[in-house]
T-cell receptor, first 113, second 112 residues
Framework: DGGITQSPKYLFRKEGQNVTLSCEQNLNHDAMYWYRQDPGQGLRLIYYSQIVNDFQKGDIAEGYSVSREKKESFPLTVTSAQKNPTAFYLC????????????FGEGSRLTVL | SQQGEEDPQALSIQEGENATMNCSYKTSINNLQWYRQNSGRGLVHLILIRSNEREKHSGRLRVTLDTSKKSSSLLITASRAADTASYFCATEGNSGNTPLVFGKGTRLSVIA
């Protein structure tokens, strides 16, 4: 079945460590997105990519990095420069053209110990 | 930047009642979308309404859009306990394929 897969679902990190969250989709979508969600809050955009080998910063890109080497994959690295990384991270995708909704993964919950 | 703002923040109703959630936004949009999120899960797209549309239906869902007031409403009719979730509106700007901007959501509890 087509879909978008995030891993790991839960991740614990010590302060000062970088971690990478995986996002893979087999929907043949051009555009992919990373959002951060804090408790009781909406989603805030971290990074997005509309085509392979290209990506743009969102509203809260500081302390994060991404790559888009393959159409199917859009990994997010949470670096030690991110001061408050504990959050729920959501990856989404949609076709590159036309107007459509986002398809979301099930999320990755990162906790910094 | 969060564009949409949902109202109320939380809503509790009895099964069988209708639930209405509102969303206000600030700038011109290409379309507005509603999403549902069960606790600890990803979001699910419910419905999209374009800026030139005023009302749209999908099953028990009815969405209205008033661009003059920069507001939208989501009505869930004959609610069920399984409708318990958070509901978010998201707006897409006019500049073609811009990322969606989400509001903070309404937490709906449907009591059986």
């Amino acid at each position: 079945d087509g879909g978008i897969t995030q891993s790991p679902k839960y991740l614990f990190r010590k302060e000062g460590q970088n971690v990478t969250l995986s996002c893979e989709q087999n929907l043949n979508h051009d555009a992919m997105y990373w959002y951060r969600q804090d408790p009781g809050q909406g989603l805030r955009l971290i990074y997005y990519s509309q085509i392979v080998n290209d990506f743009q910063k969102g509203d809260i890109a500081e302390g994060y990095s991404v790559s888009r080497e393959k159409k199917e994959s859009f990994p997010l690295t949470v670096t030690s420069a991110q001061k408050n990384p504990t959050a729920f991270y959501l990856c989404a995708s949609r076709p590159g053209t036309g107007t459509s909704g986002l398809f979301f993964g099930e999320g990755s919950r990162l906790t910094v110990l | 930047s969060q564009q949409g703002e949902e109202d109320p923040q939380a809503l509790s109703i009895q099964e069988g009642e209708n639930a209405t959630m509102n969303c206000s936004y600030k700038t011109s949009i290409n379309n507005l979308q509603w999403y549902r999120q069960n606790s600890g899960r990803g979001l699910v797209h419910l419905i999209l309404i374009r800026s030139n549309e005023r009302e749209k239906h999908s099953g028990r869902l009815r969405v209205t859009l008033d661009t003059s007031k920069k507001s939208s409403s989501l009505l869930i009719t004959a609610s069920r306990a399984a409708d318990t979730a958070s509901y978010f509106c998201a707006t897409e700007g006019n500049s073609g394929n811009t990322p969606l901007v989400f509001g903070k959501g309404t937490r709906l509890s449907v009591i059986a």
